[in-house]
Structures are given as structure tokens and as C-alpha cells.
């Protein structure tokens, strides 16, 4: 039989044997309770018996709180900073680092040092037995040294109160440790810099930027992300970042680089403090070209960022900022394609974002994302580009956003796209309205949010919540061209006509940038007869973008007619009634009655309206308010096609 000496030395040798295998892979953050097991050579239950009777401990929490004093040895020596330090002693998150520290030392890793200066032990720490760990000495001292501090602040505040320090003129005042913290928590992303060399990977620099966008968006302690859309005119600008900051609105703005070599991707990055251009901080992410790798980069860029900029990060924010969309690489790298061709906005290459979606959801039917997308390339197609039936459209892309949610059944993309599919496509007036109050979804997809909440509330006669909303809007993102579009919109159906005007004017230096924005603005210069203005940005379309959606030409032969060009109206009116006759999406037949109720044909134009009510056509949801059609408001058959629509279900 062991006598109790030789067991304590058994056990003792135990104990620092699983100790330095631990401490021999402290850096691998991969290293698991298998590993150790087999490391140690023996069973995984067998080793958690053990432990589980001489430490009190899982095996996962003692390699836990074994890196967490590791970091703490390393913190007091203050050779790294808390996020170097993290990743050395084997965490893959600072950001999850930070809570763990935290969790077991109550305090987080920053006060570490100071602490140690002030030699003020750290508090106790319960383990998951309830076993105390590092337990507070002098218990009276800190007491006694908390509570001269707190009198010292107090009295200090008073005092400064009523004698505040009166600076002698052209002293500047020091502000410690304030500023920092009270620096708003606002940031942009430049798109990173595609340094592989090879222009065709411009895919993946813009997927990886808009990956990290996402993450830090999920992080509710920052207060503002500017989206990817707003970013991409940004791609290659010789703006300074203090003009970044000021035009955005924003204090942080993240640059990199992004580099793809074989299997090998590295990515570079630095965050600057815009206002003062001045780094923050830098660094260099590395690995192979697979999914889970490339995920954990950007959620470590994210983590890293927040981390610099003190936003906090909660347990579930970090679940979400560390999901992997997908486990499979190359379903990625499709929908990375997918994303990059539907964001050139042309007709051709939605078509040829298609099968790519499709391939990428063939090789994981879980990729939540890729329905998504597939799903808004068969809606922006069938609504606009003339790419597709406009039913079929909505017909394949509801089940899509159906699975979308089945998979993430809070998915805000998703929602929004069934809120847009049922307004414009269903002419489904209960449920867009309860989409619109909340009732759904909440008021995250309420008007004062959302793009399509906007443009509902337009065409069913509420401007002045959308005025509220867009300018809710802009405030946050002063960088979107599209919202002041919106809020040109909401001001010209409010009856204020000079005030439009000059929101258009204000920002025509965006004119080459958008083929929506000159459509959009185009169509509200003539609205406001300014028809020079509107004929320029009509030319700009022509001369820069090869798409003639409905829209466009019904446009071009308004414009044919007022210059007196029966040759361009005839030309332009075939191309329309062509686009009709092959069943094109665009609503053709709502443009024909347009342009007829322009010439004050109205017998046509409500023949024409007919025609577009019968093909279900979504330009149908103008019917309301669009303001070419005022002369046939009293008109029976618009009143009746006006019931049949279903605008009457809203009682406005």
C-alpha cells in the first residue's frame, strides 16, 4: 500500500507534468483537452478524474486559468500590449481574452499593471467549486486607500466647482485620460488594397472589407459604421483622412492591405485617428486560404478594433462577430464572385452572378448569406434591370429568403427583402404594414430605419415620416448619396419644391458615381421642370451605362418629345413596347402610360395602366402619389384600378 508521502509525490509529479505540457503549448490556441491527454499518455476521462480530485478543476478550466496567469505574469512585466499578449498565451479572441480576464481576476487586463504599481493585490476569484484563488491580504489598507481617494475626488470636485481654474489666455488645457475615452466610438473602412497582383481577386479584398464592416457593425458600443456601399467611392481616393473624417462624419477609419498568394493570405491593417491623421494602431494577419481561417481573421481584425477604440464587446456579440458563414472555402470564394458582379449594377453581370450563388449553396445548403443574395439578385432583376419575369422573379426569390430565415430566423437582410417582396410584388398592404409598424420584426425594419420603409411610406402618402427617417439617416451616414435622393424625394411630395431643389443641387458632384442616383434624380429634375438638369444627368446615363431599363427610355422619349424629335420618340416608344411584348421586367406597360398621360393622351394612358395592373407590374405602387398622373385622379377607371391595387386596405 502507498504511503500518504509517496501518493502527495505522485500527485505532485503530476500535477507539474500536465503543468509544462501545457506551458509547452501555451502559444497554440488550437491546443485542446484531447491533445494534452494523448500528450500526457492517457485516456481524456481518466485525466479529468484526476484532476477533477486534485484541483477541483475540468481539464479545459485549468488550461484556462493557467493562461490567464501566464498573462498576467507577462502584463506586470508590461512587455506587450494586451492584445499581443492575448494572442501569446494561446487566446484567439482579445476580445474573449478581455471577459475571461476579467471573469477570473475581476478586473480587466489594462488595470493589471497599474495595479501591480500601486501594489494592490487582486481581488479573489472563485473557481467553478467554489475554491478561492489569490485572496486579498490587508483587506483594512485597500479600504482605507479607496476611501481616501473617493474623499480626495470629492472634495476635489467641489472645490473646482466653485473656484473653477481660469486658463491664463493661450494656455492650452491638458486634458488626462478624458479625451480618449470620450472620443465618440464612430468608424469608416476603406476598401483594402488588392496587393496580390492580379486584378481578378478585386472580388476578395472587397469581400474581406465588407466582412469586417459586418462584424463591427454587430458591436453595439460603436455607435457608427459607415456600410460598404457608402465606402466603395473611397476605393481610390486621394482624399486625406482628416476630409474622410469630416465628409463621413466618423473619428476611427481603418486602411489596409490585402494580399493572396497560393494558399497563403495576409492581411494588413492600421487604424488611424481621422480628425488628427494620426495611427493608432497596426497589424498583420496571416494564414491559409480556408474558410475558418480567413473567418478568424476578420473577426480578429474586428476584436482588435473595437478593442483599440474601448468599445465593449459582450459574450454574444462576440458568438456573432466569430460565426462562420460557411465551413466550405470555395462555397465562399462563389459568393464572394456573386457579391462582386451584382455590385457593378449591370443587367449582364446579375445574370452572371446567378450560377455562382447557385454553386455556392449546392456545396452548403446552410450558407444563409448566399440565399440572401441569390435571392436579391432575382428581386433588383425582376424589379428593374429587365433581367426577368417580374412574378417569376418574386416566385424564386421568396423561397429563397424563406430558407434564408429558417436558418437565421432574426436575419434583418432577409426580413427587409420579404417586407420589399410583398409591397411591391403582392401588393400585400396587411403585411407590408405590419412590417412598417414593427409588428413582424420589430422596429428595427420600422420607418425610421430602412430604405424600403422609406419609399413605402412615400408612395402611400406619409413624406413627412420618411423626411424624418432619411434624415435620421443621413445623420448617421452623411456619405450615401442615395438618402439625399430620398430626402429630395420626401420634400418634393411634401409640397416643398425649393427646398428639393436644393438638396439636388447640393450634391450633384455624385452624378458620374451611381447608375441609380442619376436615374433618380433625372426623374425628379423633371418632375421639378428642371429640364436642362434632367437632360444632362439623362446623358450622363447614356454616356456611361450600357442598361436602358424601362425607366430610362421612357425618359429619353419625354425628353425626344419636348425637343421635337418625332424620329427618337418613335424609336424609344418601340423599344418600350418591345420590352412589353417579351414579358421584360422594368413595368414597361406603367412607362407607355406615363409617357401618354406626358402628352395628355389620358384614354391611352389608362389603357396603358390596364396593361400594367393586369401584368401586376411593381411600378403599380406609384399609383398614389405619382404626380404624371394627377390629371386622372377623378377618373373612374384610375379610381377603380386605385381599389384594386389595394391602397384604400391603408385608410390614408
Known sequence: MMNPLEKNSRDQRFLEKIRQIVLDNLTNEQFSVEQLADIHGTSRSQLHKKLKKLEGRSISQFIR?????????????????????????????????????????????????????????????????????????NQNLIVL????????VVIGYYVFRNNPVQPESGTPIIMVGKEKNSRKKTIAVLPLKNWSGDPELEYVSDGMTDAVISRLTQIQSIEKVIPFTSMLRYRKTNKSMPEISKELGVTYILEGNFQL??????????????????????NEYSGEWKSNEIFKMQAGVAENVAEKMNAEITK???????????EIKEAYNLYLQAEYLKSK???????????????????????????????NTFLAGGFFWGVFDEQEAWEKAKPLLQKALENDRMNIKAHEQLFAGYFYYDWNFDLAERYYNGELF????????????????????????????????????????????????????????EACSKVLESFNSYFTESFYYLVETAKLCYYLEEHEKAKKHLQ?????????????????????NMDGNEKGVKELLSLLHKNYEDYASGSPAWFLALYYSHIEDYENALLWLQKSYDRHEVEMTWLKEEPVLRPLKKNPRYLELYEKVGFSKIGL
Not at 145 to 152: D, E, H, Q, R
Not at 261 to 282: E, M, T
Not at 363 to 375: Q, V, W
Open 316 to 326: 454574444i456579440e462576440i458568438e456573432a462577430i466569430q460565426k462562420f458563414p460557411t
Open 65 to 137: 486559468e493557467m493562461r490567464l496567469e501566464k498573462a498576467m505574469q507577462l502584463l506586470n512585466k508590461d512587455v506587450a500590449s494586451v492584445s499581443e499578449i492575448a494572442y501569446q498565451v494561446g487566446f484567439s479572441s482579445p476580445a474573449y481574452f478581455n471577459t475571461c480576464f476579467k471573469d477570473f481576476y475581476g478586473f480587466p487586463p489594462g488595470e493589471a499593471k497599474v495595479r501591480s504599481h500601486l501594489s494592490i493585490p487582486t481581488p479573489a476569484k472563485k473557481t467553478e467549486l467554489g475554491r478561492t484563488r489569490q485572496p486579498i491580504k
Open 261 to 282: 498568394s497560393g494558399d497563403q493570405v495576409k492581411i494588413k491593417v492600421q487604424l488611424v485617428d481621422a480628425p488628427d491623421d494620426k495611427r493608432i494602431w497596426s
Open 345 to 375: 449594377d449591370d443587367a449582364n453581370e446579375f445574370e452572371n452572378a446567378i450560377p455562382l450563388y447557385e454553386r455556392a449553396i449546392a456545396l452548403d445548403a446552410d450558407f444563409t448569406e448566399a440565399y440572401i443574395g441569390l435571392a
Open 145 to 152: 486607500l479607496v476611501t481616501g481617494i473617493l474623499a480626495v
Open 540 to 560: 450622363l446615363l447614356m454616356d456611361k451605362f450600357p442598361g436602358r431599363p424601362p425607366i430610362v427610355l421612357w425618359l429619353g422619349a419625354v425628353y425626344q
Open 442 to 497: 420589430g422596429k428595427e425594419l420600422s420607418i425610421r430605419w430602412r430604405q424600403v420603409a422609406i419609399y413605402y411610406a412615400i408612395k402611400t402618402g406619409r413624406s413627412d415620416e420618411a423626411l424624418l427617417a432619411v434624415e435620421r439617416n443621413i445623420a448617421f451616414d452623411p456619405s450615401d448619396r442615395l438618402q439625399y435622393v430620398q430626402k429630395a424625394d420626401a420634400l418634393f411630395f411634401l409640397g416643398e419644391i
